[in-house]
């Protein structure tokens, strides 16, 4: 099992940053991918953005240039800083684990944006 605990979420008006922190704890392997998808409502779960544990990051093009994701493996926690945020970029966040067939979900953090 793994658990995954998220913070950082808030309300934050346009143009304002914040950053989520997602830290794993459990069984976990040395080679994982963690994540953030992001859901509003009546909308599918979306990705954000994604890093391997060796580092690769991806992210969905709307976000690419303000937010930045990062992880610190030795905490098993991945951070993820947005900046110049947009009412577009309000949602409930979640933060993903997966390795080898497994997959997690953290409990979702709220983001707003609004003035």
């Known amino acids: 099992q793994v658990q995954l605990v998220e913070s950082g979420g808030g309300l934050v008006r346009p143009g304002e940053s914040l950053r989520l922190s997602c830290a794993a704890s459990?069984?976990?392997?040395?080679?994982?991918?963690m994540g953030w998808y992001r859901q509003t409502p009546g909308r599918p779960r979306d990705m954000v953005a994604t890093?391997?544990?060796?580092?690769?990051?991806n992210y969905r093009d709307s976000v690419k240039g303000r937010f930045t994701l990062s992880r610190d493996n030795a905490k098993s926690t991945v951070y993820l800083q947005m900046n110049s945020l947009q009412p577009e970029d309000t949602a409930v966040y979640y933060c993903r684990f997966s390795d080898f067939g497994r997959e997690y979900w953290g409990q979702g953090t709220q983001v707003t944006v609004s003035s």
């Open positions: 890093i391997t544990s060796g580092g690769t990051t």
């Open positions: 459990g069984s976990i392997s040395r080679a994982y991918i």
